[in-house]
């Protein structure tokens, strides 16, 4: 993805001036761009005049940031104490072994991203998982492939 200084200085001028706005200026730059570009923590240290060490101790401590674009589709599987019982960790790890991708990884295609979570709050319907918004409950490691098919086609309107 190619950025764009001024992108960045505009989104930084935005907060200018204010104390702590290292973390709004990340967050905008992540709502434009979906992640943060590494070419984006030197402009983004220069406009707040501050090092880029600064800047990547922020992305890296908080985990709502991310330094690499994530998959069209997320994949967020459930492993709270109900899910786990009834085969999170397997439905996890079969996930991992067809998408090719572990915890916090894009596929290749940069269809789905794989994110472990400690509970989605949906005990009564577990083993869960949320792709995107929607929640599917009573998964089945048989059944993941076809749920999966239908993320990939496309949608016609």
Do not use: W
Request: charged share 25%; net charge negative; aromatic share 8%.
């Amino acid at each position: 993805m190619k950025v764009k200084v001024a992108d960045i200085k505009k989104i930084a001028d935005k907060h200018g001036g204010e104390k702590g706005a290292l973390i709004p200026v990340l967050q905008d730059v992540q709502g434009f761009y979906g992640y943060v570009p590494k070419e984006c923590v030197q402009i983004i240290a220069e406009e707040l005049d501050i090092f880029p060490v600064d800047v990547y101790g922020v992305l890296t401590f908080y985990a709502q940031f991310r330094l690499e674009p994530r998959g069209k589709h997320i994949i967020r599987v459930c492993q709270g104490t109900a899910c786990h019982v009834m085969g999170g960790k397997e439905i996890l790890d079969y996930l991992s072994g067809i998408l090719g991708i572990t915890d916090g990884q894009t596929t290749e295609d940069g269809m789905f991203s794989l994110e472990r979570v400690a509970c989605l709050g949906c005990c009564g319907m577990a083993p869960v998982i949320m792709i995107d918004e929607n929640f599917h409950g009573r998964c089945t490691i048989q059944g993941l492939e076809e749920l999966l098919d239908g993320y990939r086609a496309p949608k016609v309107k």
